[in-house]
């Protein structure tokens, strides 16, 4: 797998993206999952022989990275992709904020405290989907 994550501004491919896996398979509602933060957010995407495979967003406000709507194509997790593509975000976000903060889906906590994430807070609901807020100094 020959897998290259950059920035971008093709906001419609991350979109795409976004809606095969969280509106097609996961339910959530087109309402719930566009929202007014794509204009300010930095926008990862990675492509494999020009597809789109897997993207992921950070907001940085005050000192803080706010790491979402990560996700990767069915046909590529399991690869490392969605470890890779939260490593990019975390790099793009050194040097703009201090701490990385992310909403991970419950069955994701492991995933995430691999990559150096900590529990934050209760469980909330998310679009009808348990969470976590976790975080990690950068």
Known sequence: MSVTIALTDDIEACRT???VVFVDEQG?????????????????L??????????????ITKGLAKIGRV???????????????????LDVSRGKAAQAKLGAQTH?????????FTVSGPIFDDAGIPHRNMMRDL
């Open 17 to 19: 993206l976004r809606r």
């Open 28 to 44: 959530v509602s087109e309402a719930d999952e566009i929202d007014d933060l794509d204009d300010v957010c930095l926008h990862l």
């Open 46 to 59: 990675a492509i494999e022989n020009d597809i789109p495979v897997g993207t992921a967003r950070v907001h």
């Open 71 to 89: 996700c990767v194509l069915k046909s590529h997790r399991g690869t490392g992709l969605g470890a890779s593509l939260i490593r990019k975000a």
């Open 108 to 116: 994701a906590i492991g995933f995430y405290e691999a990559l150096g």
